[in-house]
């Protein structure tokens, strides 16, 4: 958005530069208000003033090209600062979905961890494993858990960074 007005006041420059190739007409009044006489054709040409660019081509030519290149330039930044947030926000959507994705990868390793210590603590009890393999169950289930919290922490995170990306987090 913020661009735009860069913009809007290149193409003003360029406008500007090119209006000083026409002729500039000029009206002096200080003159009349401290003469208390009739004026003269003499006093006529002093009121009124032209000035045609003839000698100043050159310069102006120069004012026109600076304000062009500077037109370019931000409509060139304006470009490069959408492909930024474009970039920004295709990131941080696909981390977003990444993170989806290893969430139910996650969920499903839960659900296995889970249905292993329970298998774990039903054969201790019948005496075919040792305090040692529920050990090592209640492990892999602590494991699957901080690895399932600590993805979904990481989504909100992203979810919030692609909230960012997109100019909605208010």
């Not at 201790?124 to 600590?150: C, E, I, K, M, W």
């Amino acid at each position: 958005m913020l661009f735009r007005f860069g913009i809007e006041a290149a193409r003003q420059a360029v406008s500007g530069a090119f209006s000083q190739y026409y002729p500039n007409v000029s009206i002096n009044f200080d003159y009349f208000i401290k003469r208390q006489s009739i004026p003269t054709a003499q006093d006529w040409l002093l009121l009124l003033q032209v000035q045609v660019p003839i000698f100043s081509a050159g310069q102006i030519h120069a004012d026109v090209r600076a304000a062009w290149s500077q037109l370019r330039q931000a409509l060139l930044d304006a470009q490069q600062i959408r492909r930024q947030v474009r970039q920004q926000v295709e990131n941080a959507y696909e981390s977003l979905t990444a993170t989806e994705k290893r969430i139910a990868e996650l969920r499903t390793q839960l659900a296995a961890a889970e249905e292993a210590l329970r298998l774990a603590e039903q054969s201790y009890q019948a005496g075919l494993a040792t305090n040692l393999d529920r050990l090592a169950a209640q492990d892999q289930l602590l494991v699957a858990q901080l690895s399932l919290v600590s993805s979904q922490f990481d989504q909100k995170v992203f979810y919030l960074n692609l909230l960012r990306a997109v100019g909605d987090l208010g």
